[in-house]
């Protein structure tokens, strides 16, 4: 009969061996958890899915990055022309169109301080004034937007002027000879 720490004949050859009752009980309390082996193919598994997604994480980043700054352009060209229409000229500089306690030229509050700062969203903006007419009106603008950190906060470089077309460059600054989007 078989009983539990009891040694009987094994069937095959004849030498004593423990029930198999025993055997799978004393085999189930010495293999609780996981071996090193499991564990370090589980961590491998997982880092291979970890590289997989990265490469994918960042190009979504650098093409809302360069949405968000395509954004901006267009608000900066519509703060403009409201801009022109205020005070009869292109504004001098960002921090012109940025808030101030009241809208005056020197501040007109048409954008957010963080755009009139010049950075948003991975990308750095450069306005730059055109020449000034004999009644000291500026009668163009040029902006330029660069990625802050090239390859990783953005690829394309973006430009515009007063004609409002907004233009990129792939392969370095943008200009007024660069492609225009949209």
């Not at 005056?104 to 969203?121: M, W």
Request: glycine residues 10%; proline residues 7%; hydrophobic residues 35%.
């Amino acid at each position: 009969a078989h009983r539990d720490g009891m040694l009987i004949p094994c069937w095959n050859c004849g030498r004593p061996r423990r029930s198999k009752r025993l055997r799978f009980r004393f085999m189930r309390n010495h293999e609780k958890g996981f071996s090193l082996i499991e564990l370090l193919v589980v961590v491998a598994i997982i880092m291979v899915i970890v590289a997989m997604a990265i490469p994918n994480v960042m190009r979504t980043r650098m093409t809302a990055n360069e949405t968000s700054a395509v954004g901006s352009m267009s608000t900066l060209n519509s703060a403009c022309i409201t801009y022109l229409t205020i005070y009869g000229g292109y504004p001098a500089s960002l921090a012109s169109m940025g808030p101030g306690s009241t809208p005056s030229p020197a501040s007109a509050d048409l954008i957010d301080s963080v755009l009139s700062g010049g950075s948003k969203s991975g990308y750095n903006f450069s306005y730059s004034a055109g020449p000034k007419d004999p009644a000291g009106r500026v009668n163009s603008y040029a902006i330029k937007a660069d990625p802050s950190t090239p390859g990783t906060t953005g690829q394309k470089s973006f430009f515009t002027d007063q004609s409002g077309a907004i233009r990129a460059n792939i392969a370095g600054p943008a200009d007024v000879n660069s492609t225009p989007i949209g």
